[in-house]
């Protein structure tokens, strides 16, 4: 079957500041795709690699466009996919081994999320890899990470989320510590792991640059949320205190029911800020001049009461009200918006956050852009993100001078 080719997108901006780096991405789902979407934004060229007949299992997650599953249909695959090259390849077939390590030996990097032992029976395993490419960057995003006893375990998010104790933080200064832990929205704790794993890969990359030399990046999920939590961690092994939502935060701040929703508030600096929302809300008579309210401990003492109370004080305003009070009275109090207030943020609309897409085949629609801005180069949609193995011939004929032959022999093969 012919493959279908789409136009590029607009490339005539300036390339993005990883323009010329060449990253081989086999991984699936959230994390590892993020790590190599938020390089790809950045103008690196990354060349995703599919098994063939299956693909990304986001491909078969919601949201789909017009609630129509299927391969090329997910929300999710666009969002973590754009800006990518796609191809089929099974590297664990012996000819598909040896295409990977071809396309590997010219790539810059190399970013997988499949357990250690899955890679060593495939002979893909760093110690074999940086003998085909000696400058070659290897990021392994797993659960528990290449090392310990759990380096084979694998995992879904939810329990790479609750390894790292978050669930039992959240949210803090709750004043039902009891309750059973949380789990996230979505995927976010996967999301964090791809920020820290292309952090700590850029790292790699400079020492590359610098010295032409590769190295094998860890990133263990598991401690890439631990580190979220590192005031809380330091509590156990240094004092014996056992951290939970309860003694995160002070009882009597958090999340407060308003008028029209919720806001959120805390305080780091004892006793002005605690001052300043307590004159937000308008200090009512029932704390008057008591000067017991400025003494940190009189009110931990009495939080729960004191929360009931604020939370009294709270309900008879809107949170756009209180946040305005709070900006004019420098109180650490937020608004918790929903979706629908965020996309029509007026910061959203000045910052164009969300950037409006024509797709060939869904339309136009608004789709998020970038959390940060370069003044050298803007971030530009150059790619639709790829059907299943759309870019096979490109790749392995152009780039990797397969003949057409060759190429065929492959697929009828399941190589590729």
């Known amino acids: ?57 986001s491909r078969r997650r919601p949201p789909f466009k017009g609630d129509a599953s299927g391969p090329d249909n997910s929300g999710l695959f666009f969002f973590l996919n754009a800006n990518k090259l796609g191809v089929t390849l099974d590297p664990f077939h012996p000819e598909g081994r040896k295409v990977l390590l071809t396309l590997i030996a010219k790539a810059d990097l190399l970013i997988e ?13 760093f110690n074999r890899l940086i003998r085909v490419n000696p400058r070659l960057v290897v990021t392994s995003i797993t659960p528990f990470g290449q090392t310990g006893p759990y380096r084979n375990y694998r995992a879904y998010p939810l329990n790479s989320f609750q390894s790292g104790g978050e669930g039992y933080l959240t949210p803090g200064a709750s004043p039902y510590p009891r309750r059973p832990p949380l789990k996230w ?27 032409g030399k590769g190295q094998h990046v860890d990133i263990s999920k598991q401690e890439a949320l631990l580190d979220m939590n590192t005031i809380d961690l330091l509590r156990w092994p240094n004092r014996g ?13 958090g999340i407060m029911p308003c008028k029209n929703g919720y806001v959120d508030f805390g305080f780091h600096r004892w006793p002005d800020e605690w001052q300043a929302i307590l004159k937000v809300i308008g200090t009512p008579g029932w704390w008057g001049e008591d000067e017991r309210l ?12 004191l929360k009931k109370r604020l939370e009294d004080s ?61 003044s050298e180069s803007a971030w530009t949609l150059r790619r639709l993100p790829p059907r299943l193995g759309e870019h096979n011939e490109e790749i392995y004929c152009q780039r990797l001078g397969l003949s057409r032959e060759e190429f065929d022999e492959l697929r009828k093969r399941g190589a590729i």
């Open 185 to 211: 929205a979505n995927y976010s704790g996967d999301y964090v792991c791809g920020v820290s794993a292309a952090g700590a890969t850029l790292l790699a990359i400079f020492h590359q640059k610098a010295t």
């Open 241 to 253: 205190e056992l951290a939970n939502r309860a003694t995160r935060g002070y009882k009597f701040a």
């Open 113 to 125: 999320d499949k357990t250690p032992g899955v890679m060593e029976d495939a002979e893909l395993d």
């Open 294 to 305: 400025k003494d940190r401990a009189f009110c931990e003492e009495h939080g729960i009461e």
């Open 1 to 57: 079957m012919k493959e279908t080719q789409r136009p590029n997108r607009d490339t005539s901006r300036k390339a993005g500041p990883l323009a010329g780096l060449t990253i081989v991405e086999f991984s699936e789902f959230i994390a590892g795709p993020y790590c190599s979407k938020l390089l790809a934004d950045m103008g690196a060229k990354v060349i995703k690699v599919e098994l063939p007949g299956q693909g990304d299992i």
């Open 314 to 374: 709270f309900k008879v305003h809107t949170k756009e009200e209180i946040y305005r009070k709070a900006i004019d009275g420098h109180a650490a109090i937020a608004p918790c918006l929903q979706i629908e207030e965020v996309v029509n943020s007026p910061q959203m609309q000045a910052r164009g956050f969300f950037a409006e897409i024509d797709h060939p085949e869904w339309g136009n629609f608004q789709f998020p852009t970038s959390p940060y801005r370069f």
